[in-house]
T-cell receptor
Framework: DSGVTQTPKHLITATGQRVTLRCSPR?????VYWYQQSLDQGLQFLIQ???????AKGNILERFSAQQFPDLHSELNLSSLELGDSALYFC?????????????FGAGTRLSVL | AQSVTQLGSHVSVSEGALVLLRCNYS??????LFWYVQYPNQGLQLLLK??????LVKGINGFEAEFKKSETSFHLTKPSAHMSDAAEYFC???????????????FGQGTILTVHP
């Protein structure tokens, strides 16, 4: 068990809808990361937050947004969903905002857009 | 920009044989280097990492990797494969010089390891 909790485990929704994925980091970790894993794109970095502030941004679509709350949990919001958004979404956490630290991954949320 | 190339999307070995998974990176400065393993329907688990110091790094489950700066490589090896090693393996890099990348991990495309009895 990595200590990172993601909910829900599975999401099935329709095109055009909006969903929210939730992540609770390991105790003591201040940084949260979101990654998307799909067959065609592989594992792609979406966004990083550190202690409530955005730090780094990857190729995250404008339809996607995220935030980290004062209790350090994070949410990834996906709107106007398209078939191509179907993927496994991982959250990871680390102690600091820098690359030297190990990132601990949650089990992921599998999103299916029908 | 950093990039990671894993040579071979599928590697098949016999139980007891040497495992060699290849990883090459591209970066303006040597990055931090990681190997993660993903079992079916699970998240990623860290096998080992290189940040500074000794270039031969030992990880969990008998795996090790060697950082070779001149070859920009970080290949993963295990002397004797076990059936339980069957999984997908990802090489990843992160920036070691601060900057706007912060903790972002850039992953290779992954290598699926199959172990035959």
């Amino acid at each position: 068990d990595s200590g990172v909790t993601q909910t829900p485990k599975h999401l099935i929704t329709a095109t055009g809808q909006r969903v929210t994925l939730r992540c609770s980091p390991r105790s003591g970790d201040l940084s949260v990361y979101w990654y998307q894993q799909s067959l065609d794109q592989g594992l792609q970095f979406l966004i990083q937050y550190y202690n409530g502030e955005e730090r780094a941004k990857g190729n995250i679509l404008e339809r996607f947004s995220a935030q980290q709350f004062p209790d350090l949990h994070s949410e990834l919001n996906l709107s106007s969903l398209e078939l191509g958004d179907s993927a496994l979404y991982f959250c990871a956490s680390s102690e600091t905002e820098w690359g030297k630290n190990i990132q601990y991954f949650g089990a992921g949320t599998r999103l299916s857009v029908l | 920009a950093q990039s990671v190339t894993q040579l071979g999307s599928h590697v098949s070995v016999s139980e007891g044989a040497l495992v060699l998974l290849r990883c090459n990176y591209s970066s303006s400065v040597p990055p931090y280097l990681f190997w993660y393993v993903q079992y079916p329907n699970q998240g990623l688990q860290l096998l080992l990492k290189y940040t500074t110091g000794a270039t031969l790094v030992k990880g969990i489950n008998g795996f090790e990797a060697e950082f070779k700066k001149s070859e920009t490589s970080f290949h993963l090896t295990k002397p004797s494969a076990h059936m339980s090693d069957a999984a997908e393996y990802f090489c990843a890099v992160s920036a070691n010089a601060g900057g706007t990348s912060y903790g972002k991990l850039t992953f290779g495309q992954g290598t699926i390891l199959t172990v035959h009895p």
